[in-house]
């Protein structure tokens, strides 16, 4: 089992970054198959990106390649989500999740949460 906590949500203007950070505790992290995922209000939680265990394969929505990254570090067992030239269409709240039995795009396959970040980008 893992426990996860994420950090550094804001308020920011547009053209703005943030890193978020999602701390793991536990045992095994890099066993771990790490997503971040978002959700506005009134929307479906929606994938933002995903990590391989190893960190050596990642994948990204559409709607945030070329602008975000992810990463971790096994050794500080923490996921980061680095966010460039936010858009105000990326304000949500945003979750980390961990799936340790393969990557996914479906949230429904995750079966470990923190309790989410607010993100707000004002126009």
């Known amino acids: 089992q893992v426990q996860l906590v994420e950090s550094g949500g804001g308020l920011v203007q547009a053209g703005a970054s943030l890193r978020l950070s999602c701390a793991a505790s536990?045992?095994?992290?890099?066993?771990?198959?790490m997503g971040w995922f978002r959700q506005a209000p009134g929307k479906e939680r929606e994938l933002v990106a995903t990590?391989?265990?190893?960190?050596?394969?990642?994948y990204y929505a559409d709607s945030v390649k070329g602008r975000f990254t992810i990463s971790r570090d096994n050794a500080k067992n923490t996921v980061y989500l680095q966010m460039n030239s936010l858009k105000p269409e990326d304000t949500a709240v945003y979750y980390c999740?961990?799936?340790?039995?393969?990557?996914?795009?479906?949230?429904?396959?995750?079966?470990?949460w923190g309790q989410g970040t607010q993100v707000t980008v004002s126009s």
């Open positions: 999740a961990a799936n340790p039995r393969f990557t996914s795009l479906s949230p429904d396959h995750y079966d470990y």
């Open positions: 536990g045992r095994s992290f890099s066993s771990y198959y």
């Open positions: 990590i391989s265990r190893s960190g050596g394969s990642t």
